[in-house]
């Protein structure tokens, strides 16, 4: 096993340069296995800190050349959120949410691909907070950028939305392999191909 800080260990007490290495796994398997979209929240608030861990796990996104070309605009105005809430497919989504986020980009070259890293990582942080969440697609961009009072040299990529669950789920009670196993997706074997 390998640790990504074996000089700051408190049980490798060599250091780095030891072959006495420790490391314990992130469970992010399970976390990407047993994550569902929530659309059904309860009426209370996200306490500030998990707020912020959430915005904090999109900032710390990868992507290229460190360019960071998002923002991420928390849609607090009942008005503005209302109006982004008809733009979406599911309405009630954004109605429903405790946070309400627009992920938005500017710049030049694709960037819907560092968008959704930065998307997929406030998500999984959500699921890890006990916080449900959903990706809200657009059903009319001109009018969400407009409800949002974008300039015109940003782009809105999706609007996600958060709050605690309405039916908890507990993914504990199932193994990463279990979760894989009812997920309502294609099977691998159809996704892969070896060349």
């Not at 959704?116 to 657009?138: E, I, K």
């Not at 950028?145 to 789920?169: K, M, Q, T, W």
């Amino acid at each position: 096993m390998v640790s990504w800080f074996p000089a700051l260990s408190p049980r490798n007490p060599a250091g780095a340069g030891s072959l006495l290495l420790d490391w314990s796994p992130v469970e992010t398997f399970l976390a990407i296995a047993s994550r569902r979209e929530v659309r059904d929240y309860e009426r209370r608030p996200l306490p500030p800190d998990v707020e912020r861990r959430i915005l904090d796990a999109g900032r710390l996104a990868g992507n290229a050349s460190n360019r960071q070309p998002w923002r991420f605009v928390v849609v607090e105005d009942a008005g503005r959120r209302d109006r982004l809430a008809e733009c979406v497919f599911e309405p009630g989504n954004v109605r429903g949410a405790a946070l309400v986020v627009a992920v938005i980009v500017s710049g030049k070259g694709p960037l819907a691909f560092d968008a959704g890293r930065a998307a997929q990582n406030m998500l999984l942080t959500a699921h890890d907070q006990g916080v449900g969440s959903s990706p809200n697609g657009l059903a009319d961009a001109d009018a969400a950028a407009e409800a949002l009072g974008l300039p015109e040299e940003e782009r809105l990529v999706i609007v996600l939305s958060f709050g605690y669950p309405a039916r908890p789920r507990d993914p504990a009670a199932r193994s990463a392999a279990e979760w894989s196993e009812r997920a309502n997706r294609r099977p691998l074997d159809e996704l892969v191909r070896r060349v």
